[in-house]
Protein backbone atom coordinates (compact mmCIF):
# COMPACT_ATOMS: atom_id res chain seq x y z
CA UNK A 1 0.00 0.00 0.00
CA UNK A 2 1.45 3.72 -0.88
CA UNK A 3 1.94 6.10 1.93
CA UNK A 4 1.25 9.30 1.40
CA UNK A 5 1.67 12.34 3.43
CA UNK A 6 -0.93 15.20 3.98
CA UNK A 7 0.59 18.40 5.21
CA UNK A 8 -1.78 20.97 6.96
CA UNK A 9 -1.64 24.29 8.70
CA UNK A 10 -3.89 24.77 11.75
CA UNK A 11 -3.94 27.43 14.43
CA UNK A 12 -3.05 25.40 17.95
CA UNK A 13 -3.68 28.03 21.13
CA UNK A 14 -1.22 27.89 24.08
CA UNK A 15 -1.27 29.33 27.72
CA UNK A 16 1.83 30.41 28.94
CA UNK A 17 2.20 31.47 32.53
CA UNK A 18 2.39 35.12 32.81
CA UNK A 19 1.20 35.09 29.32
CA UNK A 20 -2.16 35.81 27.56
CA UNK A 21 -3.17 33.19 25.35
CA UNK A 22 -1.76 32.83 21.88
CA UNK A 23 -2.69 31.79 18.77
CA UNK A 24 0.45 30.59 16.97
CA UNK A 25 0.53 28.36 13.83
CA UNK A 26 1.76 24.56 13.26
CA UNK A 27 3.06 22.66 10.47
CA UNK A 28 1.37 18.98 10.99
CA UNK A 29 2.25 16.44 8.65
CA UNK A 30 -0.04 12.32 8.86
CA UNK A 31 1.14 9.66 7.52
CA UNK A 32 -1.71 8.29 5.92
CA UNK A 33 -1.90 4.52 4.89
CA UNK A 34 -5.03 4.18 3.52
CA UNK A 35 -8.61 5.11 4.28
CA UNK A 36 -11.51 2.03 4.17
CA UNK A 37 -14.87 2.43 3.95
CA UNK A 38 -15.82 -0.02 7.38
CA UNK A 39 -20.12 1.04 6.80
CA UNK A 40 -22.52 3.78 5.65
CA UNK A 41 -24.49 6.03 8.16
CA UNK A 42 -28.08 5.44 8.82
CA UNK A 43 -27.62 8.71 11.10
CA UNK A 44 -25.35 11.35 11.89
CA UNK A 45 -25.15 13.12 15.63
CA UNK A 46 -23.69 16.50 16.56
CA UNK A 47 -22.55 16.86 20.08
CA UNK A 48 -20.59 19.55 21.66
CA UNK A 49 -18.08 18.37 24.14
CA UNK A 50 -17.34 20.71 27.10
CA UNK A 51 -13.91 19.18 28.60
CA UNK A 52 -11.87 20.52 31.93
CA UNK A 53 -8.13 19.34 30.74
CA UNK A 54 -6.76 20.67 34.03
CA UNK A 55 -8.40 19.37 37.07
CA UNK A 56 -6.63 22.10 39.17
CA UNK A 57 -8.35 24.87 36.60
CA UNK A 58 -11.81 23.82 36.94
CA UNK A 59 -13.10 26.92 35.64
CA UNK A 60 -11.03 26.75 32.70
CA UNK A 61 -13.32 24.87 29.56
CA UNK A 62 -12.36 23.31 25.91
CA UNK A 63 -15.19 22.94 23.92
CA UNK A 64 -15.02 20.77 21.17
CA UNK A 65 -17.60 19.85 17.98
CA UNK A 66 -18.03 16.22 17.68
CA UNK A 67 -19.89 13.76 15.56
CA UNK A 68 -20.94 10.51 15.65
CA UNK A 69 -21.77 8.48 12.98
CA UNK A 70 -23.50 5.31 13.46
CA UNK A 71 -23.59 2.87 10.66
CA UNK A 72 -26.30 0.42 9.32
CA UNK A 73 -23.81 -2.59 10.28
CA UNK A 74 -23.65 -1.37 14.13
CA UNK A 75 -20.35 0.24 13.48
CA UNK A 76 -19.72 3.84 15.13
CA UNK A 77 -17.16 6.51 15.22
CA UNK A 78 -16.73 9.39 17.01
CA UNK A 79 -14.57 12.23 16.80
CA UNK A 80 -13.91 15.86 16.03
CA UNK A 81 -16.08 17.67 13.64
CA UNK A 82 -14.09 18.76 11.08
CA UNK A 83 -15.94 21.60 9.20
CA UNK A 84 -16.55 23.42 11.82
CA UNK A 85 -15.93 27.23 11.55
CA UNK A 86 -12.42 26.83 14.11
CA UNK A 87 -10.86 25.40 10.76
CA UNK A 88 -11.77 27.85 7.88
CA UNK A 89 -9.42 29.97 8.05
CA UNK A 90 -6.51 28.03 8.38
CA UNK A 91 -7.69 25.50 5.69
CA UNK A 92 -7.83 28.39 2.77
CA UNK A 93 -4.30 29.44 3.88
CA UNK A 94 -3.25 25.70 3.44
CA UNK A 95 -4.71 25.94 -0.47
CA UNK A 96 -3.52 28.83 -0.80
CA UNK A 97 0.39 27.94 0.11
CA UNK A 98 -0.22 24.83 -1.26
CA UNK A 99 -1.28 26.04 -5.10
CA UNK A 100 2.18 28.35 -5.09
CA UNK A 101 4.47 25.44 -5.02
CA UNK A 102 5.79 23.84 -8.03
CA UNK A 103 3.28 21.16 -9.67
CA UNK A 104 5.70 17.97 -8.31
CA UNK A 105 5.31 19.41 -5.31
CA UNK A 106 1.57 19.95 -4.73
CA UNK A 107 -0.11 18.20 -2.35
CA UNK A 108 -3.17 15.99 -2.84
CA UNK A 109 -5.58 18.32 -0.50
CA UNK A 110 -8.92 15.92 -1.35
CA UNK A 111 -7.81 13.71 0.97
CA UNK A 112 -6.90 15.75 4.08
CA UNK A 113 -6.92 15.21 7.41
CA UNK A 114 -7.36 17.91 9.78
CA UNK A 115 -5.49 17.70 13.29
CA UNK A 116 -7.84 19.49 15.77
CA UNK A 117 -7.40 20.25 19.49
CA UNK A 118 -9.00 16.83 20.23
CA UNK A 119 -7.07 14.18 18.99
CA UNK A 120 -8.77 10.97 19.84
CA UNK A 121 -11.30 9.01 17.63
CA UNK A 122 -13.27 6.00 18.85
CA UNK A 123 -14.64 3.24 16.46
CA UNK A 124 -17.33 0.99 18.53
CA UNK A 125 -17.96 -2.56 16.84
CA UNK A 126 -14.94 -2.40 14.72
CA UNK A 127 -13.81 -5.30 14.97
CA UNK A 128 -17.06 -6.40 15.76
CA UNK A 129 -17.14 -7.18 19.63
CA UNK A 130 -14.26 -4.27 20.11
CA UNK A 131 -13.78 -1.00 20.51
CA UNK A 132 -10.52 0.46 18.05
CA UNK A 133 -8.47 3.93 19.55
CA UNK A 134 -6.00 5.81 17.64
CA UNK A 135 -4.97 9.30 19.40
CA UNK A 136 -2.37 11.58 19.16
CA UNK A 137 0.32 12.47 22.17
CA UNK A 138 2.79 14.41 21.37
CA UNK A 139 4.42 13.73 18.04
CA UNK A 140 3.61 10.12 18.29
CA UNK A 141 0.17 8.39 16.85
CA UNK A 142 -1.07 5.78 18.73
CA UNK A 143 -3.02 3.13 18.05
CA UNK A 144 -5.31 0.40 20.31
CA UNK A 145 -7.94 -2.28 20.22
CA UNK A 146 -10.02 -3.16 23.49
CA UNK A 147 -13.10 -6.01 24.11
CA UNK A 148 -16.47 -3.21 23.86
CA UNK A 149 -16.49 -2.67 27.81
CA UNK A 150 -19.86 -3.60 29.84
CA UNK A 151 -21.52 -0.16 31.23
CA UNK A 152 -24.10 -1.40 33.79
CA UNK A 153 -26.65 1.30 33.63
CA UNK A 154 -29.73 2.31 36.40
CA UNK A 155 -32.30 3.48 34.47
CA UNK A 156 -34.33 6.50 37.02
CA UNK A 157 -37.60 7.55 36.10
CA UNK A 158 -36.34 10.99 35.70
CA UNK A 159 -37.57 12.59 32.52
CA UNK A 160 -36.62 15.89 30.43
CA UNK A 161 -36.79 17.25 27.28
CA UNK A 162 -33.59 17.18 24.73
CA UNK A 163 -34.15 19.00 21.28
CA UNK A 164 -38.19 17.79 21.44
CA UNK A 165 -37.55 14.34 21.92
CA UNK A 166 -38.25 12.81 25.29
CA UNK A 167 -35.51 11.73 27.44
CA UNK A 168 -35.46 9.68 30.51
CA UNK A 169 -32.63 9.51 32.78
CA UNK A 170 -29.53 6.73 33.85
CA UNK A 171 -27.14 6.99 36.33
CA UNK A 172 -23.22 4.70 35.78
CA UNK A 173 -19.76 4.51 37.06
CA UNK A 174 -17.38 4.01 34.76
CA UNK A 175 -13.79 3.87 34.73
CA UNK A 176 -13.51 6.04 37.87
CA UNK A 177 -16.05 8.42 37.02
CA UNK A 178 -20.18 8.87 38.04
CA UNK A 179 -22.07 9.77 35.21
CA UNK A 180 -25.50 10.39 34.38
CA UNK A 181 -26.95 10.13 30.83
CA UNK A 182 -30.34 11.07 29.36
CA UNK A 183 -31.43 8.76 26.37
CA UNK A 184 -34.39 8.87 24.11
CA UNK A 185 -36.40 6.26 23.86
CA UNK A 186 -37.99 7.37 20.99
CA UNK A 187 -34.89 7.09 19.28
CA UNK A 188 -34.22 3.08 19.61
CA UNK A 189 -30.29 2.99 18.87
CA UNK A 190 -28.31 2.05 21.72
CA UNK A 191 -25.25 4.31 20.95
CA UNK A 192 -24.44 7.22 22.46
CA UNK A 193 -20.88 9.63 22.34
CA UNK A 194 -17.56 8.24 23.39
CA UNK A 195 -17.57 5.14 24.40
CA UNK A 196 -21.28 5.42 26.65
CA UNK A 197 -23.80 2.60 24.85
CA UNK A 198 -25.96 0.02 25.95
CA UNK A 199 -28.91 1.66 26.57
CA UNK A 200 -32.26 1.30 25.47
CA UNK A 201 -32.74 5.13 23.46
CA UNK A 202 -29.74 7.08 21.62
CA UNK A 203 -27.72 8.89 24.51
CA UNK A 204 -28.61 12.79 23.79
CA UNK A 205 -27.21 14.04 27.22
CA UNK A 206 -24.26 12.31 29.56
CA UNK A 207 -21.93 13.92 32.29
CA UNK A 208 -19.66 13.34 34.89
CA UNK A 209 -20.77 14.48 37.88
CA UNK A 210 -18.16 17.23 38.76
CA UNK A 211 -18.72 18.75 35.10
CA UNK A 212 -15.83 17.41 34.10
CA UNK A 213 -16.58 16.08 30.98
CA UNK A 214 -20.16 16.69 29.28
CA UNK A 215 -21.48 15.57 25.61
CA UNK A 216 -24.90 17.21 24.62
CA UNK A 217 -26.61 16.57 21.35
CA UNK A 218 -26.83 19.99 19.28
CA UNK A 219 -28.77 18.30 16.35
CA UNK A 220 -29.17 15.12 14.43
CA UNK A 221 -29.03 14.18 10.60
CA UNK A 222 -30.51 10.86 8.57
CA UNK A 223 -28.25 10.66 6.22
CA UNK A 224 -26.32 7.89 4.40
CA UNK A 225 -22.79 8.77 4.17
CA UNK A 226 -19.63 5.99 4.53
CA UNK A 227 -17.48 5.84 7.77
CA UNK A 228 -14.44 5.95 6.73
CA UNK A 229 -11.56 4.08 8.64
CA UNK A 230 -8.52 6.27 8.54
CA UNK A 231 -5.69 3.68 9.00
CA UNK A 232 -2.33 5.56 9.64
CA UNK A 233 0.84 4.63 10.62
CA UNK A 234 0.76 4.12 14.25
CA UNK A 235 2.41 2.66 17.51
CA UNK A 236 0.30 -0.28 18.50
CA UNK A 237 -0.50 0.08 22.41
CA UNK A 238 -3.06 -0.90 24.93
CA UNK A 239 -5.29 1.14 27.01
CA UNK A 240 -2.96 0.65 30.24
CA UNK A 241 -0.13 1.71 28.38
CA UNK A 242 -2.02 4.64 26.78
CA UNK A 243 -2.58 6.06 29.94
CA UNK A 244 0.71 5.80 31.26
CA UNK A 245 2.32 7.56 28.14
CA UNK A 246 -0.05 10.17 28.56
CA UNK A 247 0.86 10.24 32.35
CA UNK A 248 4.41 10.87 31.42
CA UNK A 249 3.58 13.44 28.22
CA UNK A 250 4.09 16.82 30.16
CA UNK A 251 7.46 17.98 29.41
CA UNK A 252 8.98 15.05 28.17
CA UNK A 253 10.12 15.10 24.73
CA UNK A 254 8.80 12.60 21.96
CA UNK A 255 10.05 9.09 21.85
CA UNK A 256 10.78 7.21 18.83
CA UNK A 257 7.99 5.29 17.18
CA UNK A 258 6.91 4.74 13.75
CA UNK A 259 4.19 6.73 13.67
CA UNK A 260 5.02 10.40 13.90
CA UNK A 261 3.32 13.46 13.45
CA UNK A 262 5.58 16.30 12.45
CA UNK A 263 4.71 19.62 14.29
CA UNK A 264 6.60 22.96 14.15
CA UNK A 265 5.53 25.88 16.15
CA UNK A 266 6.36 29.02 15.67
CA UNK A 267 6.41 30.99 18.80
CA UNK A 268 7.78 34.26 20.59
CA UNK A 269 8.26 31.73 23.83
CA UNK A 270 10.76 29.09 23.78
CA UNK A 271 9.84 26.82 26.39
CA UNK A 272 8.46 23.55 26.66
CA UNK A 273 5.34 24.01 29.07
CA UNK A 274 4.26 21.25 30.92
CA UNK A 275 0.35 20.05 30.08
CA UNK A 276 -2.29 20.01 32.49
CA UNK A 277 -3.77 16.45 33.11
CA UNK A 278 -7.48 15.17 33.34
CA UNK A 279 -7.83 12.36 31.66
CA UNK A 280 -11.55 10.80 31.17
CA UNK A 281 -10.51 7.37 32.55
CA UNK A 282 -9.00 7.43 36.41
CA UNK A 283 -8.92 3.78 36.44
CA UNK A 284 -5.96 2.66 35.15
Not at 82 to 94: A, G, M
Request: proline share 7%.
Amino acid sequence: MNRFIITLSLILCIAYSGFAQQAIFAEVSLPVKSIETIDNSVIEVFYQMSRVKDSLAPDRIELEDMILQIGENRISKFYVYPHTNRYDSSIENVLANNAKRPPDRQIDMSRRQIVPYYQEVIYKNWPEGSVTITDIVSQDIYHYTEPTPEIQWQILPDIKTILSYSCQKAITTFRGRDYEAWFAPDIPINEGPWKFYGLPGLILKVSDTQQHYVFECVGLEQVRMPVEYVNLLCIETNREEMAKIKRREAGQPPTAGTGRVILIINSPYNAIMARPSNPIELDI
